[in-house]
Nanobody, 115 residues
Framework: QVQLVESGGGLVQAGGSLRLSCVVS????????MGWFRQAPGKEREFVAT???????NYADSVKGRFTISRDNAKNTVYLQMNSLKPEDTAVYYCNAQYSGSSYWGQGTQVTVAS
């Protein structure tokens, strides 16, 4: 079974920063495409960022220039560095892994940005 555990969420002021972590139990982590999604109250889950096994990245337009996704294959961990946070970034952030047609999700970590 593939398990994903997020951490690093919390309460910050607008303009502040947070670094989220996601630890993955899968034996083939280096082959996974990893991503971050978020879901705000009353809204559908939306894409935030993805990093592929080769290291290339994609970002939602709303976070480009502010968020950075990275991975450490030796630690089976993916990170999301979030800078210049805005109140509209408030959401539960979920880690996602995809490989060979399968998709796995973590339980989420709450990020609250106060203005």
């Amino acid at each position: 079974q593939v398990q994903l555990v997020e951490s690093g969420g919390g309460l910050v002021q607008a303009g502040g920063s947070l670094r989220l972590s996601c630890v993955v139990s899968g034996r083939t982590f280096s082959r996974y495409a990893m991503g971050w999604f978020r879901q705000a109250p009353g809204k559908e889950r939306e894409f935030v960022a993805t990093i592929f096994s080769g290291g290339s990245t994609n970002y939602a337009d709303s976070v480009k220039g502010r968020f950075t996704i990275s991975r450490d294959n030796a630690k089976n961990t993916v990170y999301l560095q979030m800078n210049s946070l805005k109140p509209e970034d408030t959401a539960v952030y979920y880690c996602n892994a995809q490989y060979s047609g399968s998709s796995y999700w973590g339980q989420g970590t709450q990020v609250t940005v106060a203005s």
